[in-house]
């Protein structure tokens, strides 16, 4: 009973002093709502990422050359032949090379892929205009180039014009047959994701580059869980083909999306540490600004104090109605900064491009550090005040 | 109880038997229950009359509702303060008892240690050495916390300063001691109001403190320090801090208190004026008491 009556006391003692408690509020309530904040866009950028791996078509695992000319269509066979369980769906091989592409007086450097028939399904591209290349152009190695929008544009006066047109890459003129769709996201690569061109694997090797070479190899999978499995098939059967016994010597790598995806949530994750880092030093001096004002209030209080103790209070309740006070403080500033933050963090999801996502452990967790920043930074003054002797706080002006 | 406490105890009875007899002989009544009954008594005499009848009080030192229970008792008490300045010696050896309904006046010149006494009869500080029984405990026998419940129960303070709680009603203030003693909020509230109407603030309850007068203020305070029903009521210099037109009248409460309630009451002052409406004065001087014995009535009666 006696605890009700002394919050209650805390409660008046705060309200008849409301610029002091808005000050020390107002300490906890920008802590709490820059950590809030800063939670919510770390933890949006990394579930965009995931989302965004995910829209990728993930699940592929890519093959590719660690020295030149060593990966062939026969391991990609033997890969194909050691698959027992039917893990693998498709399989694109890809050679590329940086190459300057001209059509009438624009040119332009990009990169120029060969590749394999099933090019779209397994990229999950589609064409914006025209039309991707027939069997027969992949079969016979014919001269002929799908480009990306921003390549269009860049040779083009505009991208319906490319459809049909010539250009030339190196010495050999392509035909245009289609322009690739917009990628969609894609903020991740540092180059522009839609400024490239896409010929046949055949005609890649034999104009080109003349030789067989397969630059990297991309392995769908029917099961995506079987990612491990499909990579120790690819592994040892590369092992064995190329004769190699250490596999710090592989001359070949391997990647799959999944491992991207650990990678990304592992320096997201640091990323979120690191601003929740920053968020708690501003919730830290919030704090010692609360044991500051909680202070400068025992002090101004001296008088009232050394009352108290002559009206009976014992240093229990004294010391329970200041760690009442400090706490009232820190948890009506804790529940106004989530009020703020979740605000904020509205604001800059509607506003700008990041998402942030404010999530309920990050709530409960700022909430419960300001309630225990209140206890923390509230004992001292409480004591102080408590252990104060009553004819000193009396005499006190 | 010991011999000699017994034989203490059968004197006191001896002596207040003898105040007893004293009333009578002035043809008082044996209830003299009200000091104002006593003032329109004592007015009613001619001044020849009634400086023999002020003798005739004089011969008892206690007021007419005095019990036989002791309720202050001071043995050698000495009190020395330790500062960078060297220790100073502020109360030199003081002996005295107060008994249940007694008005008590300690006066003394300032500097002589009157706040000290009233310090440790409060139990808000410690004497350096001797003996503290306040009714019937020895305060060395208690610990912080429990000298705070001792305060809160068994002590009314009254301060110079008035030290109530600005911000707070005229009604919360007089609870306060409540909550730490422990009252249930109805009984509080109801004991807070008719002491507030016992110190004629009926009208003022929802005020805040900081808008009543000074008078008014220490009236509240008087109020406040009944809260707990308290064996004694310590003020000091409850006058000090009050222009005059408004000391007559905090100063009947108190003589209200003691002759209508049977309070215990010790007032602190400087000035003879306020001593005169006690029964009694003791007279502290460089920290011993020089005297200790009647108060001194005339005066009362010549600023009246
Ligand atoms: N805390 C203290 N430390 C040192 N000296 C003190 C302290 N309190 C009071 N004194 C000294 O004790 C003496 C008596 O003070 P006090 O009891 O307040 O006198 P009064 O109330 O009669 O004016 C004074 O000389 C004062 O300076
Ligand atoms: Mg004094």
């Not at chain 1, 995910?54 to 020295?67: A, M, Y």
């Not at chain 2, 009613?44 to 004089?58: G, Q």
């Not at chain 2, 109360?91 to 005295?96: E, M, V």
């Not at chain 2, 408004?246 to 010790?266: C, M």
């Amino acid at each position: 009973m006696i605890l009700i009556e002394i919050f209650q006391e805390a409660l008046s003692s705060l309200w008849q002093n409301k610029g002091r408690t808005f000050l020390s509020v107002l300490g906890i309530v920008i802590g709490i709502a820059s950590v809030i904040t800063m939670m919510a866009i770390g933890r949006g950028t990394q579930e965009s990422i995931a989302s965004e791996i995910s829209s990728l078509g993930t699940g592929g695992i890519s093959l590719f050359n660690r020295s030149t000319q060593k990966l062939t269509q026969d391991d990609i066979d033997v890969i194909m032949a050691n698959d027992y369980s039917g893990i693998f769906d498709q399989v694109l091989l890809e050679t590329n090379s940086s190459q300057t592409l001209v059509a009438g007086s624009e040119s332009e450097t990009a990169s120029v892929t060969g590749v394999s028939a099933n090019y779209l399904e397994v990229e999950n591209k589609k064409m914006a205009l025209g039309s991707f290349f027939s069997d027969e152009d992949f079969a016979l190695g014919q001269r002929v180039i799908a480009i990306g929008p921003t390549t269009a544009t860049n040779l083009f006066a505009s991208a319906s014009e490319a459809i049909g047109q010539r250009i030339k890459v190196g010495t050999i003129y392509f035909t245009v047959t289609g322009v690739f769709a917009e990628s969609s996201g894609g903020g991740m690569s540092f180059s522009d994701p839609d400024d490239f061109a896409i010929i046949p694997l055949s005609t890649m090797q034999n104009e080109l580059l003349g030789s067989r070479e397969i630059a990297s190899v991309t392995f769908t999978l029917t099961d995506e869980t079987k990612v491990a499995q499909a990579k120790s098939i690819i592994g040892y059967t590369m092992l064995a083909r190329h004769n190699i016994e250490n596999v710090d010597d592989a001359d070949f790598g391997m990647f799959a999306a999944t491992d991207l995806l650990e990678t990304l949530s592992s320096v997201t994750g640091m990323m979120t540490a690191l601003l929740a880092g920053i968020a708690g030093i501003s919730l830290l001096v919030g704090g010692i600004g609360i044991m500051n004002v909680m202070l400068m209030s025992v002090l101004e209080r001296t008088r009232e104090i050394g009352l108290r103790k002559a009206l009976g209070a014992q240093q229990r309740y004294l010391i329970t109605q200041f760690l009442f006070e400090a706490i009232l403080v820190t948890f009506s500033g804790g529940a106004i900064g989530f009020l703020l933050g979740w605000g904020a963090s509205s604001l800059i999801t509607h506003f700008s491009q990041i998402t942030a996502a404010v999530t309920w452990d990050v709530v409960l967790m700022a909430i419960g550090i300001s309630t225990a920043i209140g206890l923390i930074f509230g004992i001292y003054p409480a004591r102080k005040a408590a252990k104060l002797a009553p004819i000193e706080a009396l005499r006190s002006e | 109880m010991d011999e000699k406490s017994v034989k203490n105890t059968s004197e006191k009875n001896k002596q207040l038997n003898n105040n007893v007899q004293v009333y009578d002989q002035v043809n008082c009544q044996k209830d003299l229950a009200t000091h104002r009954t006593l003032c329109a008594y004592q007015k009613s005499m001619t001044t020849d009359t009634m400086l023999a009848a002020d003798s005739k009080v004089a011969r008892s030192s206690f007021g007419p509702q005095v019990k036989d229970k002791v309720v202050i008792e001071v043995k050698d008490l000495v009190k020395t303060y330790y500062g960078q300045a060297g220790e100073t010696r502020v109360l030199k050896g003081i002996n005295f008892t107060v008994h249940e309904g007694e008005f008590v006046s300690i006066m003394g010149p300032s500097g002589s240690g009157k706040s000290t006494l009233m310090h440790i009869l409060g139990v808000l500080d410690t004497p350096t050495s001797g003996l503290y029984r306040l009714d019937g405990i020895d305060i060395k026998d208690y610990s912080e916390d429990e000298l705070a419940a001792v305060r809160g129960r068994k002590i009314g303070f009254v301060f110079q300063a008035f030290n109530l709680l600005a911000q707070k009603t005229v009604l919360e203030n007089v609870m306060l001691p409540g909550i730490y003693g422990k009252i249930p909020m109805r009984q509080r509230q109801d004991k807070a109001r008719e002491l507030v109407g016992l110190v004629r603030l009926d009208n003022r309850c929802d005020h805040l403190a900081c808008q009543l007068s000074g008078g008014q203020q220490q009236r509240v305070a008087i109020a406040r320090s009944l809260m707990m029903d308290p064996a004694i009521v310590l003020a000091d210099e409850p006058t000090g801090n009050l222009p005059t037109d408004q000391t007559d009248e905090v100063l009947s409460f108190f003589t209200k208190l003691n002759r209508e309630h049977g309070k215990t009451i010790v007032i602190i002052t400087h000035e003879p004026a306020v001593a005169s409406y006690s029964d009694r004065t003791i007279v502290l001087r460089d920290g011993v008491i020089t005297k200790d014995g009647p108060a001194n009535k005339d005066i009362h009666y010549d600023t009246n």
